[in-house]
T-cell receptor, first 111, second 113 residues
Framework: AQRVTQPEKLLSVFKGAPVELKCNYSYSGSPELFWYVQYSRQRLQLLLRHISRESIKGFTADLNKGETSFHLKKPFAQEEDSAMYYCALSVRDTGRRALTFGSGTRLQVQP | ETGVTQSPTHLIKTRGQQVTLRCSSQSGHNTVSWYQQALGQGPQFIFQYYREEENGRGNFPPRFSGLQFPNYSSELNVNALELDDSALYLC????????????FGPGTRLTVL
């Protein structure tokens, strides 16, 4: 069975500092990886998907199959980045496309 | 484009009761998935519906059941509620089975006393 691990429950940085939210996964096949974000009092939103290879709100994430990681990075954190971040994995399993989530990392950007 | 909506927002039930939660999928989406999010945890997959048929189930007992209607809205039913069922229940819709990007509703907070 697949698994997603986010080792940090809380990451606190100062405004302007670089950010790296870690995500490791276990799955023997070819998964699809996502980052979801939840701002205070808002719903879970899709931030990034690895197949898009895009930068959203200055965030990027690269799938490293050798290290089975999909870390989320941003060079200069902003206060508005403070939120809960979830890494998620999807596999094509008998036709369904369920997401397996990590337990989340709370990013706190201090002024 | 209308996003995913869920009702009710909050619900309080007692142990042993039954509950029905509702979800309207995003316009144009025919696949609905339900997730349970306990406090301090990531969402856990309950089951998925595609064109009114159950299309996969997570590690949840049969007292968790669901329906999808012709307009692709969905219900999650939980029988014989237990205290551990207290959680945020999230509904997510996606365009089809090929696309795994899912779009979430605001959730229903269920408290079981």
């Amino acid at each position: 069975a697949q698994r997603v691990t986010q080792p940090e429950k809380l990451l606190s940085v100062f405004k302007g500092a670089p950010v790296e939210l870690k995500c490791n996964y276990s799955y023997s096949g070819s998964p699809e990886l996502f980052w979801y974000v939840q701002y205070s009092r808002q719903r879970l939103q899709l931030l990034l998907r690895h197949i898009s290879r895009e930068s959203i709100k200055g965030f990027t994430a690269d799938l490293n199959k050798g290290e089975t990681s999909f870390h989320l990075k941003k060079p200069f954190a902003q206060e508005e980045d403070s939120a809960m971040y979830y890494c998620a994995l999807s596999v094509r399993d008998t036709g369904r496309r369920a997401l397996t989530f990590g337990s989340g990392t709370r990013l706190q950007v201090q002024p | 484009e209308t996003g995913v909506t869920q009702s009710p927002t909050h619900l309080i039930k007692t142990r042993g009761q039954q509950v029905t939660l509702r979800c309207s999928s995003q316009s144009g989406h025919n696949t609905v998935s339900w997730y349970q999010q306990a406090l301090g945890q990531g969402p856990q997959f309950i089951f998925q519906y595609y064109r009114e048929e159950e299309n996969g189930r997570g590690n949840f007992p049969p007292r968790f059941s669901g329906l999808q209607f012709p307009n692709y809205s969905s219900e999650l039913n939980v029988n014989a509620l237990e205290l551990d069922d207290s959680a945020l229940y999230l509904c997510a819709s996606s365009g089809d089975l090929v696309s795994s990007a899912q779009y979430f509703g605001p959730g229903t907070r269920l408290t079981v006393l």
